[in-house]
């Protein structure tokens, strides 16, 4: 019997990226809610308790009010948004972090999905805490760079429009509040006691992103050398499929953000001179940083090869 899968909010860019990757799967079923019957609540309740994994692929408001309409004890949801990300009740959907944050995807009922630059600074920061290399009140500073899809429909237009703004071809720093979004999951799931300074810049091209930290060795557990970091990140993510560590040296020249879009990859660059270093994730922010990660994390609940349609 195929497993049924419904994706709420089917036509905004996350929901697209999903259906792409699954649509032709032939051992899935989707169900699909009529465009004009998408914004009603009472044939919205039917799907999303007609399925048994729902896709919430919507605002934070619109996500909880998803979640309300499931009475079905049986549906499991992978959430896209930001709305349970920090929430005990919900599993984190970064399974690269541990072998029992894999078991617990696989057998959770509520899965939040990360946030894209979130994505990236947790997996480059999250093994260092956890190895004790990084000092968890170490006072982290952090930049990521995306293409403008990640902005949604709003900002693809803008970015695509004839007769943008000249403005629009040059990068674009943003969250100078430095109250984003993602900050919150990104503090919890490093387990650092202090939130990060992040700063986000977004540019002219469609997909990917490259998120980095900067560190200062002699702060650090150690005082271990650019070298050390990489080896023992390439040691924590050894048996991973879809997360490598680039050794030491073979990347240190330039780095695209857009080199892995299209794919559900993500790589981490070490580099390094005399007692600092920078760790940078490389990946698609609507891949391993949104839609990949999802398609990734219901693989791991229908105990499927994780790499399946990815």
Not at 188 to 216: C, E, N, R
Request: a negative charge.
């Amino acid at each position: 019997m195929k497993t049924k899968i419904y994706i709420d909010g089917q036509s905004g860019t996350t929901g697209l990226q999903i259906y792409d990757r699954i649509g032709k799967r032939e051992d899935l079923e989707l169900l699909r809610i009529p465009e004009e019957k998408r914004h009603d609540t009472e044939e919205r309740k039917k799907y999303l308790n007609s399925a048994d994994i729902v896709f919430l692929c919507l605002p934070d408001d619109g996500a909880r009010e998803a979640v309300s309409l499931i009475d079905n004890a049986s549906v499991r949801v992978i959430d896209a948004s930001t709305a349970h990300r920090t929430n005990d009740d919900w599993v984190y959907g970064f399974p690269e972090l541990s072998k029992e944050q894999r078991e617990a995807i696989r057998t959770g009922k509520r899965i939040a999905n990360p946030g894209c630059h979130a994505t990236g600074f947790i997996s480059v920061t999250a093994p260092l805490v956890r190895m004790g290399i990084l000092p968890v009140d170490y006072p982290v500073t952090c930049y990521s760079l995306t293409g403008y899809s990640g902005g949604g429909k709003k900002m693809i237009q803008d970015y695509e429009a004839e007769g943008r703004s000249e403005l629009l071809s040059a990068p674009g720093i943003y969250g100078l509040n430095l109250k984003h979004k993602h900050i919150p999951e990104m503090q919890k799931m490093t387990g650092l006691s202090h939130a990060p300074v992040f700063m986000p810049v977004v540019d002219d091209y469609y997909k990917g992103m490259a998120t980095t930290i900067m560190l200062q060795n002699r702060l650090l557990n150690g005082a271990p050398t650019a070298e050390d970091i990489c080896e023992k990140l390439k040691e924590y993510y050894k048996d991973e499929h879809f997360v490598n560590v680039v050794p030491f040296g073979e990347n240190d020249s330039k780095l695209y953000a857009n080199k892995l879009a299209g794919t559900n990859e993500l790589q981490i660059v070490v580099c390094g001179y005399e007692d600092q270093t920078s760790v940078t994730a490389l990946f698609d922010n609507l891949g391993k940083g949104a839609s990949g990660a999802a398609v990734q994390n219901m693989n791991i609940m229908l105990g499927l090869p994780e790499n399946t349609g990815l």
